[in-house]
């Protein structure tokens, strides 16, 4: 069955520390992936999109994801968390024929302390 | 010039009664969608639609009914509201249906039935 999964659902990271966060896919062939976020009671804002070409891409932010296609994965990271980044995280994938269809992983809660 | 607005904000009603949000976008894209995002923060599609044609219908129950007066607008009517309604809605809207296209979301709207 088609799922995303991040497999973590809340980390915790000092200021200034380096963040990742995991995201996994199980689909037929590679879909579009993309990585949003959510800050406490707004809406989703896109941090970055992989769509083909250069694994590693960089997005709004600081952040970056690296698409490991062997590992059906797309992390996101980055080096120096600001405690503006406390949020929630998701991961998202669509598939060329899904009309827009998104997946959207469970979510990872960042808390930032000081 | 917000790109992706819904109204209301907040929507607390009975059980049983029926209320819409409504949502409009001013990006000019063709393609509308509807989420649902429970208390565990999963984000689920509900709705989408292109240029005004019901293109994604999830399991739904039927009291949920989307309408799309024009390609800028989309609302969402619900009829006999349920303790399970409770959620947040969000609305976005994307350039076309293809399943790579970033997709742009509303602020949400908090729905509480009690």
Request: with cysteine.
């Amino acid at each position: 069955a088609q799922s995303v999964t991040q497999p973590d659902i809340h980390i915790t990271v000092s200021e200034g520390a380096s963040l990742e966060l995991r995201c996994n896919y199980s689909y037929g062939a590679t879909p579009y992936l993309f990585w949003y976020v959510q800050s406490p009671g707004q809406g989703l804002q896109l941090l970055l999109k992989y769509f083909s070409g250069d694994t590693l891409v960089q997005g709004i932010k600081g952040f970056e994801a690296e698409f490991k296609r062997s590992q059906s994965s797309f992390n996101l990271r980055k080096p120096s968390v600001h405690w503006s980044d406390a949020a929630e995280y998701f991961c998202a994938v669509a598939l060329t024929d899904s009309w827009g269809k998104f997946q959207f992983g469970a979510g990872t809660q960042v808390v930032v302390t000081p | 010039d917000t790109a992706v607005s819904q109204t209301p904000k907040y929507l607390v009603t009975q059980m049983g009664n029926d209320k819409s949000i409504k949502c409009e976008q001013n990006l000019g894209h063709d393609t509308m969608y509807w989420y649902k995002q429970d208390s565990k923060k999963f984000l689920k599609i509900m709705f989408s639609y292109n240029n005004k044609e019901l293109i994604i219908n999830e399991t739904v129950p039927n009291r949920f009914s989307p309408k799309s007066p024009d390609k800028a607008h989309l609302n969402l009517h619900i009829n006999s509201l349920e303790l399970g309604d409770s959620a947040v809605y969000f609305c976005a809207s994307s350039v076309g249906a293809a399943g790579g296209q970033r997709q742009y979301f509303g602020p949400g709207t908090r729905l509480t039935v009690l």
